[in-house]
C-alpha cells in the first residue's frame, strides 16, 4: 500500500491492477469502481433497455436494486434448487441456476430479456456455489439466442474453490484455471473487491470484446466515480486489490477460510440450530426465536440481540430483506472477514448464539419505525415491540 500512486491519471497502482485483472479474467477492457453496486449501476444502466427483463440464478439486492431502479428492467430469479421449508442443502452446487427454466424462458420471451446474470458464488442461496458445468450451461444457451452473460463474481475464489473440492474432473487443476474457465463463459463481470479481492474498497467490471458497450460505460464511469485509471479508488488500495485479488486464488489460504466457515458452522449445528455454510455461515432465525411471530421479523430480532448480547454483527436474510410479502426462511448470515479471526473467536460466536436462543423469551420482535421504498434493510430503522417482554432483561 505503501507503493500506492495517487496520481489523478495514469497511475502506475492502476496499471497494476488492470493487469491483475486481465491475467484473472480474460477480459480487454477493465473499468474501476469504488464499490459493486457502483458498477452494477454503470453496466446495467448501459447494457438494459427500459422494460427488458433479466434472469438470474439469485440476485443480490443492491444488483436488484441497481436493475430495477436505475435501468428500469424487471428481474425473475432461477434458483435450481430453491431453500424452502427448512435450512437443508442436498445439493454440492446448490446455487446453479434451473437450466430447463432458464431455455423455456427464453423460448418463450428472448426479445424481452436483456441479459442473464450468474452470481457465483450464491450470496442469496446460502453462499452456495455454481458448478462449472452450470456455468456452462448457461453459457451455451445464452450464446445461442444471442444474448450477454453477466458473471456477478465477487467470489470467484471461492467459487473456484468449491469447483475444485467438489465437482468431477477438476480436483488437479489450478484455482487459477478454474476462475480463469469461468470467467471465458461470461460477456462481462461485475467483481466488488471488498470480498475475494481483500479490499477495504473498490470494484471492477470487466468486458470482453464489447468495445461499444465499454465506451459507453466508460463515459458513465468518468461521470460519477473518477477518472478511467481510479474509478475513485485511492492508489494505495488499487495497489493492494492487484496483490488482493491474485492471492484469494491461493489455495492454502482458501483451505484455512472455507475450514473456518466450516468451523463456525460445526459449533452451531452441535447446539441443535440449523445452519449451513457456504462462502458464509446462514441459521435460521425462525426456527431459534420459533415463539416469535414472523410479521416481527425474527431475524432482525436475532441479528440485534446478537448485538446486543455479543456486539456480533449479522446480516438479515429475511422479510425485512426481502419484503413483506416473502415467504422463505428469515436466515441470519454471518459473513467471516478474511484473515480477522482466530477459531477462539468463533468459538465465542457460537456461545453467544448458544447464550441468546436459550434465552429466546427475552428477545424482542421489532417493527419497522421507517423504510425508505428500496433497501430498507440497510436504511431503515426498526423499533422493539416492548410489550413482548420485561423491558430489564429484553435483548
Ligand atoms: C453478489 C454480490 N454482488 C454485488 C455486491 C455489491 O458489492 P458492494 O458491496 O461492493 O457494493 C455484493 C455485496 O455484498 C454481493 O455480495
Redesign the pocket.
Known sequence: MMLGDEGYCGSVSYQKLEETIKSITGYEYVLPTH??????RILYGQLLRPGCLVISNCF?S??KGNIEEKAHAKTIALPQHPIVGELKLTEPFHGNMDITELQQLLAQRRRDVGCVIV?LTA??ICGQPVSMENVRQVSRVCRSYDLPVVL?A??YAENAWFVKTREHGFADASLEHIAREAFSYGDAC?V????DGFGNV??FIGIRGDRALYEKCLQELCLTQGFPTNGGISGRSMEALAVGLRESLDLDYLQYRMSQVSFLTDLIADAGIPTVWGSHVYVDAGAILDHMPREHYPAWALANALYVEGGIRGYEFGRVNYGDGYTGLDMLRFALPRRVYTNRHLEYVAEVLRYVAENKQAVSGYCVDWAPPVMRHFLGTFKPIRSEVEDDTMM
Open positions: 464499490q459493486g453496486r457502483a458498477a452494477e443480490y443492491t444488483t452470481t450470496n442469496d456477478d465477487c467470489r461485475i466488488s473487491a471488498k470480498k473498490g470494484a
